[in-house]
C-alpha cells in the first residue's frame, strides 16, 4: 500500500490512472484502510487523503473546471478538457496555442 501511495504521488500521469485503478481495488478490502490512513508521504508531507485532494483539485485545473465562489459554472460538462493529454504532451507550444485560439469559446 505505501510502495503504490508513493507511485501515484510521484509518476507520470499516464501511470497515476493505472496506480489509482490498482489502489482502488485494493481499497475494497476493509483491512487495507488503516494503511492507508496511516500513510505520509516522505517527499511532501501530505496524508493520504491530502494527497487524494490534491490530485482532484490538479484534475480540475487540468480540465479547465471554473468555479466562481466555490460554485461549478460549467454544471452541462465540467470535465470537458480544453486540450486533450496527448496533445499537452506531444504538440509544441505554437501548436497548443493555435489550438487553443480555435477552441476558445470567446469567438
Not at 485545473?61 to 452541462?76: N, T
Not at 465540467?78 to 489550438?99: M, R, T, V, W
Amino acid at each position: 500500500m505505501q510502495i503504490l501511495l508513493d507511485l501515484v504521488e510521484t509518476c507520470d500521469y499516464t501511470l497515476k490512472r493505472l496506480a489509482l485503478s490498482c489502489l482502488c481495488t485494493i481499497l475494497e478490502n476493509q483491512k487495507s484502510f488503516q494503511y492507508f490512513l496511516e500513510w505520509n508521504s516522505h517527499k511532501s508531507s501530505l496524508n493520504a487523503t491530502q494527497l487524494l485532494i490534491k490530485l482532484y483539485q490538479d484534475e480540475n485545473e487540468r480540465f479547465g473546471v471554473r468555479f466562481d465562489k466555490g460554485i461549478l459554472q460549467d454544471v452541462e460538462r465540467p470535465l470537458l478538457p480544453k486540450l486533450s493529454y496527448l496533445i499537452q504532451k506531444f504538440a509544441n507550444e505554437e501548436d497548443i496555442n493555435g489550438i487553443s485560439k480555435m477552441t476558445s469559446p470567446d469567438q
